[in-house]
C-alpha cells in the first residue's frame, strides 16, 4: 500500500520558537495532503487541506498564519508551527490522497508529536 | 456540519466478538471507515463502506451500516490482544474531507 512518512517523529521546543514538519508520500503523487491535530484520548481534528501548488484551506477556528502549510510538490508538504507556545504540543498527523482510489482513501503518516516547553 | 459519535471504551474477552457503533449525522456522506490507532502511531485503515452498501465483510471484520438510522457498526470476530487499540470512525464525502469520530478505545482481556 502508499507510504506516508513524517519527520520528525518527535520534537521539543522552547516557547516563541518555529517548528517544521515535513509529510512525505514515498510511493506515490498526492495531489491532496491534510494535517490534523490530535489531543490526548480525543479524536483528529482537521486543520487544513492542501492541494500541490495551492493555498491551503484552513478549517474554521485555525490560524493560517501560526500554522504554515505548503505544499510544493506532488511528494512533500510541510506545516510549521510559527512562535510555538505550550498550549501548541500536540500529535500532528497529515495525511495523502492521491486521487486514484476508487474510495478517496487517506493515507496517513505515523505522526508527529510537538512538546513545547 | 457533520457529526461523528461513538462510544468511548469497550472491553471484551479474547476470543469474543467486538461491535463498536458509531453514528453521524450527514446523511450526504458517501463513504464511512473504520480506522485503528495503536498507541503513539497514525491511522491505519481497516476498511470502509460506500454509502449505498449495508453490509462489508473482509476477514474477521464485518461493517453494518444503517442508512435511515445513520449508524455504523464493526464488528470483530474472534477479537485477540493485537486487537487492543482505539478505534476511529469517520464520515467522508467526494471532497475527501473526513469527519471523525471521538474513538472507541478497545481492551481485549486474556
Avoid at chain 1, 4 to 29: A, M, N, Y
Avoid at chain 1, 62 to 75: C, G, P, Q, Y
Wanted: aromatic residues 12%; contains cysteine.
Amino acid at each position: 500500500g502508499a507510504v506516508v512518512s513524517q519527520h520528525p517523529s518527535w520534537v521539543i521546543c522552547k516557547s516563541g520558537t518555529s517548528v517544521k514538519i515535513e509529510c512525505r508520500s514515498l510511493d506515490f503523487q498526492a495531489t491532496t495532503m491534510f494535517w490534523y491535530r490530535q489531543f490526548p484520548k480525543q479524536s483528529l481534528m482537521l486543520m487544513a487541506t492542501s492541494n500541490e501548488g495551492s493555498k491551503a484551506t484552513y478549517e474554521q477556528g485555525v490560524e493560517k498564519d501560526k500554522f504554515l502549510i505548503n505544499h510544493a510538490s506532488l511528494t512533500l508538504s510541510t506545516l510549521t508551527v510559527t512562535s510555538a507556545h505550550p498550549e501548541d504540543s500536540s500529535f500532528y498527523i497529515c495525511s495523502a490522497s492521491g486521487g486514484y482510489s476508487s474510495y478517496n482513501e487517506q493515507f496517513f503518516g505515523p505522526g508527529t508529536r510537538l512538546t513545547v516547553l | 456540519g457533520e457529526d461523528v459519535e461513538q462510544s468511548l471504551f469497550l472491553s471484551v474477552r479474547e476470543g469474543d466478538s467486538s461491535v463498536i457503533n458509531c453514528t453521524y449525522t450527514d446523511s450526504s456522506s458517501t463513504y464511512l471507515y473504520w480506522y485503528k490507532q495503536e498507541p503513539g502511531a497514525g491511522l491505519q485503515l481497516l476498511t470502509y463502506i460506500f454509502s449505498n452498501m449495508d453490509m462489508k465483510q473482509d476477514q474477521r471484520l464485518t461493517v453494518l451500516l444503517n442508512k435511515k438510522d445513520k449508524h455504523l457498526s464493526l464488528r470483530i470476530a474472534d477479537t485477540q490482544t493485537g486487537d487492543s487499540a482505539i478505534y476511529f470512525c469517520a464520515a467522508g464525502d467526494s471532497s475527501y474531507k473526513l469527519i471523525f469520530g471521538s474513538g472507541t478505545r478497545l481492551l481485549v482481556r486474556p
